[in-house]
């Protein structure tokens, strides 16, 4: 099994920027491999993709709404994943989900984390 929790959210005004993390436990050996994502649902909307990182980390996606903006990162040694938000908008408030998969690229995600909140004021 994999167990991830992000961190990082909070409340913080438009322009600033904020570094979510999400580290990954459970058997050392299941994460190898692992492509990593983030998602994010603001509030009466649908979950939609953020972002995505191989395991390698040399191949990263970012959706076109943050690009320039949004950066994901990974260190392995650490089993963490981040997302580096600059610039954030009120647009940006959701609550933001790491999720894990075997399968890169892919958006079916078989491992999800719980979620942290990033509110973002204007």
């Known amino acids: 099994q994999v167990q991830l929790v992000e961190s990082g959210g909070g409340l913080v005004q438009a322009g600033d920027s904020l570094r979510l993390s999400c580290a990954a436990s459970g058997r050392t050996f299941s994460m190898y491999g692992m492509g990593m994502g983030w998602f994010r649902q603001a509030p009466g909307k649908e979950r939609e993709f953020v972002a995505a990182?191989?395991?390698?980390?040399?191949?990263?996606y970012v959706v076109d709404s943050v690009k320039g903006r949004f950066t994901i990162s990974r260190d392995n040694a650490k089993n963490t994943v981040y997302l580096q938000m600059n610039s954030l908008e009120p647009e940006d408030t959701a609550v933001y989900y790491c999720a894990a998969d075997r399968d890169y690229p892919t958006r079916d995600y078989h491992y999800w984390g719980q979620g942290t909140q990033v509110t973002v004021s204007s």
């Open positions: 990182i191989s395991w390698s980390g040399k191949s990263t």
